[in-house]
């Protein structure tokens, strides 16, 4: 259309002279030089990701190749492997184990739930609803981190109002059964390794939720009903058409949810027993043990192992889900 | 028309749904219960008493507001770092193509991609080897380094829905670039920057794990919540902050997804 216009106008002003004044001339450079204009755009985002993120990042990696000297516990900069193999010692491993442990069950249970959240947003909730249930999501996921481990921390409390509901029940001997048993049991819930599991399903669950939802809205209703037609049961429906289907989308939730409970160190650490995980071994190590080597090596562990899952997920097709 | 469109739930989901919401949102309430508390030593359920005194008490507490002042302090800073970033990415990345396009979407999502944990203490390390002292700037730094990616992900969207053929056609009309960036592209983008800021505010005003490790002696509102939480000191003044930031958190939240709610992709879907 625009070249029409042009023609009727005389041709010899259609190749303009260059504009006047700084502006002017630097914006026709950039016309000519749109390679200048990127480049120009690019350094500085570039400069700060790169040399600030990537450089801390990789300065990071070096010191888990050092190793800490045992008697002076100053950091000896001489190359070794010395500080990974310590990740080995059964103490350190049963660190990472029980992390990733933690990580794998909180991501099933959060699948778990987050599912029919997902299902009826994406195919009952309509208009006003649709709305409902969106912010219904979304205000969990943005509001204060802090803020939900603390009320989390008036919940399960000894004095608190889950004991208070088993009371009224007349449930108590349910939650005292739950609590004495070992390993998961504790004083209260508050420091139990099920407190920690609550939370931390409470906390990444919108993570879970919205990929999942954004999977499922692809998900045709006529494929549901194309299933029932053909005599499938509920049950198998599920399994055979919604699910697989759904699954690129949890996948992907699970990117989220998997990841922030591997590098997680502030629930374990308000709400939970005094075994660690891995983001409190980093954080000790680094602050009161002043291991800056070992920590490094532990803050290895969640990227290799991120990494790996990536891998993995990105071969699901996860990735198209996001 | 949609042929699932009469179709009901069915009952087992819909209160699988309903449970599932409940069961994000009654924790959040119960902080609200909870600031008015009167009891002071433990989290007694429920209440003995309600009582408006501890907003008053909150109110005339310097080390609150010392607090506060400085998490608005160092959100803004980074926020505006970030909105620079952030947009000069986007246009970067969905104006033109070029060599290593999908690395650069990588690079601005990795500081949030990887955890917390590790973008505070590769930070630390690198600060510590280069003797640089603490400050709100190291804490600046960290923040606007992940909240690049809120700005950056709203900038992407928004530039892919506005047509090439806008710009095209203000620069055909005789404006140059810089008039075509300021009356056709920053009206475009503008409502999605608006909110990709405040999503990056919210972000950084609740940051916790990287702060712990760039901060030095000054405490940002969620740091001083953090060490209430660890070592309890006055638990219904932690219980007034608590409820006050999950008010201030959620006015940005709805905000931003006002002015996001037509486009193709709303603000906030991929924190």
Redesign the interface.
């Known amino acids: 259309m625009?070249a029409i216009a042009l023609t009727h106008e005389e041709t010899a002003t259609s190749i303009?002279p260059g504009?006047g004044g700084f502006?002017?001339r630097?914006?026709?450079m950039?016309?000519r030089r749109?390679k200048l204009?990127?480049f120009l755009?690019?350094t500085?985002?570039?400069l700060?990701?790169?040399i600030?993120?990537?450089?801390?990042?990789l300065?990071?990696l070096l010191?888990s190749f050092f190793s800490i000297d045992d008697f002076s516990g100053l950091v000896n900069y001489e190359f070794t492997l010395a500080t990974y193999a310590q990740l080995l010692s059964p103490t350190n491993f049963d660190i990472i184990v029980r992390t990733v442990l933690m990580a794998a069950l909180v991501t099933l249970a959060s699948a778990v739930?987050?599912f029919?959240?997902a299902?009826?947003?994406a195919?009952?909730a309509?208009g006003k609803w649709k709305?409902l249930?969106?912010?219904?999501?979304?205000?969990?996921?943005?509001?204060?981190?802090?803020?939900?481990?603390?009320?989390?921390?008036?919940?399960l409390?000894k004095?608190?109002?889950l004991?208070?509901f088993f009371a009224k029940l007349h449930l108590v001997w349910l939650l005292d059964g739950v609590l004495s048993l070992p390993v998961i049991g504790g004083n209260s819930l508050s420091v139990s390794y099920i407190g920690t599991f609550l939370v931390f399903v409470?906390v990444w669950?919108?993570?879970m939720?919205?990929p999942t939802q954004?999977a499922l809205e692809r998900v045709q209703?006529?494929l549901?009903?194309a299933s029932s037609d053909l005599g499938a049961t509920?049950g198998q429906t599920f399994r055979t058409v919604l699910f697989p289907l759904a699954l690129p989308g949890i996948v992907a939730g699970s990117i989220f949810t998997f990841?922030?409970t591997?590098?997680?160190?502030?629930i374990p650490?308000?709400i939970g027993s005094s075994r660690l995980f891995i983001?409190q071994a980093?954080?000790a190590q680094?602050g009161t043990a002043g291991n800056?080597p070992l920590?490094?090596a532990f803050?290895v562990v969640?990227?290799v192992i991120?990494a790996v899952y990536l891998w993995l997920a990105k071969k699901q097709g996860a990735f198209d889900a996001? | 028309m949609?042929?699932?469109?009469g179709?009901?739930?069915?009952i087992a989901?819909?209160i699988?749904?309903a449970?599932?919401?409940l069961?994000?949102?009654l924790?959040?309430l119960?902080?609200f219960v909870?600031a008015f508390t009167t009891e002071e030593k433990?989290?007694?359920?429920?209440p003995p008493g309600l009582t408006l005194q501890w907003f008053g008490i909150a109110w005339n507490r310097p080390d609150v507001w010392a607090a506060l002042g400085l998490s608005v302090q160092v959100a803004c800073i980074a926020t505006a770092?970030a909105l620079?970033?952030?947009t000069?990415?986007a246009?970067?990345v969905s104006q033109?193509k070029?060599f290593g396009r999908e690395a650069?979407s990588l690079?601005?999502i990795?500081?949030i991609?990887?955890?917390?944990?590790?973008?505070g203490?590769?930070?630390?390390?690198?600060f510590s080897?280069f003797d640089i002292p603490f400050s709100v700037w190291t804490i600046v730094?960290g923040h606007?380094?992940f909240c690049?990616v809120v700005v950056y992900n709203n900038a992407v969207a928004r530039f892919r829905r506005t047509q090439g053929s806008l710009i095209?056609?203000s620069?055909?009309l005789?404006a140059?670039?810089?008039q075509t960036f300021r009356h056709v592209i920053l009206p475009n983008i503008g409502t999605a920057l608006l909110a990709g800021g405040m999503?990056a505010f919210?972000l950084s005003f609740?940051e916790?794990?990287v702060t712990?490790f760039t901060g030095g002696q000054q405490s940002t509102l969620?740091i001083w919540?953090?060490e209430e939480?660890?070592r309890p000191r006055q638990r219904p003044v932690?219980n007034v902050v608590?409820m006050v930031?999950?008010l201030v958190?959620?006015l940005p939240?709805?905000a931003a997804?006002y002015l996001t709610?037509d486009g193709d992709q709303?603000a906030?879907?991929?924190?």
Not at chain 1, 52 to 57: D, E, K, T
Not at chain 1, 135 to 153: E, F, Q, R, T
Not at chain 1, 262 to 266: E, H, N, S, V
């Open positions: 625009t303009l504009r502006f002017g630097l914006s026709d950039f016309w749109p204009l990127l755009m690019l500085p985002p570039l700060w990701l790169g600030i993120y990537i450089g801390s990042l300065a990071l010191q739930v987050a029919p959240i299902y009826y947003a195919r009952y309509r709305a249930f969106y912010l219904g999501v979304m205000l969990p996921l943005w509001s204060s981190y802090l803020v939900k481990i603390y009320a989390w921390k008036l919940i409390a004095e608190g109002i004991t208070w409470y669950l919108p993570y939720i919205l954004a209703g006529n549901i009903e509920p990841s922030l591997l590098g997680d160190y502030i650490q308000i983001g980093v954080y680094q800056v920590a490094a803050s969640p990227i991120m996001l | 949609r042929s699932d469109r179709q009901r739930a069915p989901l819909k699988a749904a449970g599932g919401l069961f994000l949102h924790p959040i119960l902080i909870y433990s989290y007694q359920w429920p770092i620079v970033l952030g000069l990415c246009a970067a033109t070029f650069i690079l601005v990795l500081p991609a990887l955890p917390g944990i590790i973008t203490i590769a930070l630390r390390s690198a080897l730094l606007a380094t690049v095209e056609a620069m055909d005789g140059d670039g810089f999503l919210a609740d916790v794990i712990t969620p919540m953090l939480l660890i932690t608590a930031v999950v958190t959620f939240i709805l997804y709610r709303v906030g879907a991929g924190k």
